[in-house]
């Protein structure tokens, strides 16, 4: 009796499923050194989850910053301490945030750390400072 076409391959199917796991694995892997390199200017590893800065307060700060919006709300700002603090004073008014109790000063300490003006988003250097500058002659 005449195999059907498709039992010819069948020794193919295990390689092919590994290798295709394998491509997966790299390209996760690509995505992942990609956030890392276009988002952050330095060498903080980020959180595969939610993309914000890996450091002994990140399960707090993802606790109480992530339930209601994209933590790029988080990724995308640059504030200083007070002004992180208005914003989650302004979240509580408007926005039903909860009291963070004895959170709030771990939380606060993590965005300042990790994303003050200082921190620039998308791997911008930081802008000049005291530039002398110069009319160019004969132009
Ligand atoms: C109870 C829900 C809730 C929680 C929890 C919450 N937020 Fe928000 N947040 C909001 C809402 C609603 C907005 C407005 C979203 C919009 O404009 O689309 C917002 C906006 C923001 C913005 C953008 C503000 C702007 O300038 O436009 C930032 C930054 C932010 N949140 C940070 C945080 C941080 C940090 C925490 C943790 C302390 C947090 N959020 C927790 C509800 C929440």
């Given amino acids: 009796m005449k195999k059907p076409l498709l039992s010819h391959y069948q ?3 295990l390689p092919l499923l590994c290798f295709w796991v394998f491509v997966a694995a790299i390209q996760k892997n690509s995505t992942h050194s990609l956030i890392l390199s276009s988002n952050h200017s ?4 980020l959180d595969a989850q939610t993309g914000l800065v890996i450091d002994p307060n990140l399960m707090l700060v993802k606790a109480h910053c992530t339930g209601c919006h994209s933590p790029k709300l988080i990724t995308q700002t640059r504030l200083k ?3 992180w603090q ?3 004073r302004w ?3 408007n926005h039903k945030l909860w009291d963070l109790g004895g959170a709030e000063k771990t939380v606060l300490d993590y965005l300042e750390k990790h994303y003050s003006p ?3 988003a998308y791997s911008r250097r930081e802008a000049l400072q005291n530039v002398k500058w110069y009319r160019l002659e004969n132009q």
């Fill in 91 to 93: 979240m509580q008014r």
């Fill in 42 to 45: 330095s060498l903080d590893s």
């Fill in 118 to 120: 200082s921190k620039t």
């Fill in 86 to 88: 208005e914003r989650i």
């Fill in 81 to 83: 301490r007070d002004q």
């Fill in 11 to 13: 020794h193919l199917v």
